[in-house]
């Protein structure tokens, strides 16, 4: 049993966790995936990577792949999302019943940029300071350094206050396509830091934590995947009933089909036709 099982097995220990979690806003656990996983995940993305279809704007980031509808392209993203560790705190702070938001790959490639400051649950557009309303989990799938873009973050920005940073995002980025050189850096601070990983290691971040993809200055691509977890009872960022078809969603693990949307947030948020939509997918 290696030291991340054992945790989630002893109470006082995952307590212990959880209080560094509200503490900081985030927690980074090393190489957690064996490396056959690590493998098999390079295989799935492999052709959807080849297309090599970049971001659309600085947010996207413009030398950036981004692999969207992850759960709908192998089996592998599920038991990906589906991981117990970054389940686990999903759970604890968003409640038995979160879903799955969006989940993605994200690969930077040399001359990247910095990505505005930002953090994940901010579409929600309430009023900070305020309890999150998600929890982000960051797969290492190629080792990430301060050279290659490593994500950057502010510690126990969580907890501020502010709506905003200097070269934060704003709904103008999502129409900014000019190319800027990797080393035009508007929001650099001297609070944040990278948090570089090995292969197979997580992150996970508090949906108020502020923090951005780093600039690429290396001459190879890195890759993470990032499985997003919301409260039940909010709308996800991705529309998974199209995303994921229902042929496809019946045969995923059934914790899978409950974190698209085959679940139901109590009393009855969710159902479908006055029924569980897990048997309404099971008649179809």
């Known amino acids: 049993m290696g030291e991340w099982q054992a945790m989630l097995n002893d109470a006082t220990a995952f ?8 503490r900081n806003g985030y ?3 090393e190489s957690v995936l064996e490396p056959q996983m690590i493998e098999d995940v390079r ?3 492999a052709p959807y990577l080849a297309a090599d279809i970049a971001g659309r704007n600085d947010f996207e980031g413009l030398k950036t792949n981004r692999v969207y509808a992850m759960l709908a392209k192998g089996r592998i993203f599920a038991d990906l999302a589906c991981h117990p560790l970054a389940l686990a705190f ?12 969006e989940c993605l790959a994200i690969n930077i490639h040399p001359g990247e940029t910095v990505q505005p400051w930002h953090y994940d649950d901010s579409h929600y557009r309430l009023p900070r300071p305020r309890t999150s309303l998600g929890v982000s989990a960051f797969w290492a799938i190629d080792e990430t350094t301060e050279l290659n873009g490593a994500t950057e973050i502010i510690p126990g920005s969580h907890v501020w206050p502010e709506q905003n940073l200097p ?3 704003t709904l103008a980025t999502f129409g900014d396509k000019r190319m800027r050189d990797v080393d035009d850096d508007p929001g650099a601070r001297s609070d944040s830091i990278q948090v570089t990983m090995k292969p ?3 992150m996970l971040a508090k949906g108020t934590l502020w923090h951005r993809g780093g600039a690429n200055r290396s001459d190879k691509a890195r890759m993470i995947i990032t499985p997003q977890y919301c409260p039940g009872w909010t709308r996800q960022l991705e529309n998974m009933a199209l995303a994921v078809p229902p042929s496809l969603a019946a045969t995923l693990p059934e914790r899978a089909r ?6 139901i947030h109590p009393p009855f948020m969710g159902y479908v036709d006055g029924m569980h939509p897990g048997r309404v997918l099971a008649a179809s």
Do not use: W
């Open 15 to 22: 307590g212990a966790k959880r209080a560094e979690f509200d």
């Open 43 to 45: 295989t799935a993305l």
């Open 90 to 101: 999903a759970e604890a702070d968003l409640g038995k019943e979160c879903l799955l938001s």
């Open 200 to 202: 197979g290691s997580l």
């Open 258 to 263: 409950e974190l698209i949307g085959y679940s």
């Open 167 to 169: 070269g934060g995002n």
């Open 27 to 29: 927690l980074l656990f």
